[in-house]
């Protein structure tokens, strides 16, 4: 069932699904087959809708029957303008995060794996945030010591055992752009409001890679500072 799986993903390899390769990809929809909306590069128009959340957020998310972008005021929690929300990847838990502790050695002491629960607070220039951040481990890399996560909200880490890799700095933010208020380019820098942001608070990051579809963009954006 793998090799037939495989023959129907697009074999770019890029990583976005949260796995190294499309072949072990496969594996994983061959006992999920609803996580064949974790790929990017494919036509899930119908499987990848902006979830509607009954609430106030200034990030337009409340339910309504008019588009996302005729919601939004465009500006943050403070009155700030920005340019885009970034979105998460289908049934991923939270935006995803490329992170490097301030000792990267926490990261191979901990023994971090995919699935692990972790908490740390994104400190100085990288970001600055003033809440502790919790999520869910995607790939550890024990050379480096960098950490690729899904922050989520607080609840995990009070409810499950967790590992505290303590300070972070925050490298990069992958995801999907579906409303926008600016034409996106590689090299420019934007003003980003990151979906599920607990403060609604805009970010500044550079993009660095693009993928436009039909219905969405996928970016990566590095040199995160909030502003």
Same mark, same amino acid.
């Given at each position: &069932?793998?090799?037939?799986?495989?023959?129907?993903?697009? !074999?770019?390899? #890029?990583?976005?699904?949260?796995?190294?390769?499309?072949?072990?990809?496969?594996?994983?929809?061959?006992?999920?087959?609803?996580?064949?909306? =974790?790929?990017?590069? &494919?036509?899930?128009?119908?499987?990848?809708?902006?979830? =509607?959340?009954? #609430?106030?957020?200034?990030?337009?998310?409340? @339910?309504?029957?008019?588009?996302?972008? @005729?919601?939004?005021?465009?500006?943050?929690?403070?009155?700030?303008?920005?340019?885009?929300?970034?979105?998460?990847?289908?049934?991923?838990?939270?935006?995803?995060?490329?992170?490097?502790? %301030?000792?990267?050695?926490?990261?191979?002491?901990?023994?971090?794996?995919?699935?692990?629960?972790? +908490?740390?607070?994104?400190?100085? &220039?990288? #970001? !600055?945030?003033?809440?502790?951040?919790?999520?869910?481990?995607?790939?550890?890399?024990?050379?480096?010591?960098? +950490?690729?996560?899904?922050?989520?909200?607080?609840?995990?880490?009070?409810? /499950?055992? %967790?590992?505290?890799?303590?300070?972070? @700095?925050?490298?990069?933010?992958?995801?999907?752009?579906?409303?926008?208020? /600016?034409?996106?380019?590689?090299?420019?820098?934007?003003?980003?409001?990151?979906?599920?942001? &607990?403060?609604?608070?805009? %970010?500044?990051?550079?993009?660095?890679?693009?993928?436009?579809? =039909?219905?969405?963009?996928?970016?990566?954006?590095?040199?995160?500072?909030? !502003?």
């Amino acid at each position: &069932m793998p090799e037939e799986l495989l023959t129907q993903l697009p !074999g770019l390899d #890029c990583g976005s699904c949260g796995q190294r390769t499309c072949r072990q990809f496969a594996q994983v929809i061959a006992k999920n087959p609803k996580d064949i909306v =974790k790929c990017v590069h &494919m036509n899930h128009t119908e499987t990848i809708a902006v979830e =509607k959340v009954d #609430c106030n957020a200034v990030c337009g998310s409340c @339910s309504s029957d008019k588009p996302l972008e @005729s919601k939004l005021n465009w500006k943050d929690s403070l009155g700030r303008e920005f340019d885009f929300i970034l979105d998460t990847f289908p049934n991923e838990a939270g935006p995803r995060e490329t992170i490097i502790p %301030h000792n990267p050695a926490r990261t191979k002491e901990l023994g971090l794996k995919p699935g692990d629960i972790i +908490i740390g607070r994104p400190l100085g &220039m990288s #970001c !600055g945030c003033p809440i502790t951040h919790c999520g869910v481990v995607v790939n550890a890399d024990y050379v480096n010591g960098v +950490i690729v996560w899904c922050v989520t909200g607080p609840l995990n880490s009070r409810a /499950k055992e %967790h590992k505290d890799v303590g300070y972070y @700095s925050a490298e990069a933010y992958d995801g999907l752009v579906r409303a926008t208020n /600016k034409e996106l380019k590689i090299g420019m820098r934007y003003w980003f409001l990151p979906h599920r942001c &607990m403060l609604q608070w805009r %970010h500044s990051g550079l993009i660095n890679f693009i993928n436009k579809r =039909k219905d969405f963009t996928q970016i990566r954006i590095e040199g995160l500072f909030i !502003g």
